[in-house]
């Protein structure tokens, strides 16, 4: 195998840009909808906290593989949310998304949802003697006050992402050079006898676990 020109190297280079573009889009989706998702079942006491929790731990307990397939049923176009709203996501970047921001979610929103239940009650409540809104209480108190928490939670959520295959390869479809991130990219590889392909791919992604595990041992948490 040489390695002299761009086309050489695309085997490489286009998983590896495809995955750190829907980590960022994931990281996106995390610190906001996953961040309020846990403030909210944090702090929620309806009759519907027990079925959201449910839910957000479902990828995590639930084969990936059949959790893509359920995915698939519903998001294609004629599964029922397809269907009905002409939603066009299968097989495309918005899947590969979808898929790590699921994938992750319950390892996101858990710890999250666990630090703001136990932080101190009394310096909520001091901000809301001072006449503070809750989003200024959340923003100003709970999250600063529980930052190390959700910085573990989130490298956790999108180490679970980047090593995603069996919902992304449901819902994405596993298209070469579309849809082919670094873990489907080694599975490709294997798949096609190209272990040293594969070898140098799992490599990266040991190198990145190592640099995630040490972030996560410098903050303590």
Known sequence: MG??????????????????????????????FGLFLAYFLAFYKGKIKA???ALTLLPLIFPPIATGFLLLYFLGRNGFLGRNFG??????????VIASFLAGLPLF???IQTAFENYPKSLIEAGFSLGKSKFEVAIFVLIPG????????????????LGEVGITLMLG???EG??????????????N?????????????????????????????
């Open 3 to 32: 390695f002299g020109s761009f086309e050489e190297f695309s085997w490489l280079i286009s998983p590896l840009l495809l995955s750190a573009k829907t980590l960022f889009f994931s990281f996106l989706l995390f610190i906001t």
């Open 146 to 161: 529980t930052i190390k928490n959700i910085i573990s939670a989130l490298i956790l959520a999108l180490s679970r992402g």
């Open 178 to 191: 579309k849809t082919d991130t670094i873990s489907l990219a080694i599975y490709n590889s294997v798949y």
């Open 51 to 53: 079925i959201l929790q």
């Open 193 to 221: 006898g190209e272990n040293e392909k594969a070898l140098i791919l799992s490599l990266i992604l040991v190198v990145l676990s190592f640099f995630m595990f040490r972030v996560l041992t410098l903050l303590k948490v």
């Open 109 to 111: 929103v858990k710890p």
């Open 173 to 175: 479809g596993n298209i």
């Open 87 to 96: 939603l066009d996501i299968v097989f495309s970047f918005k899947a590969l």
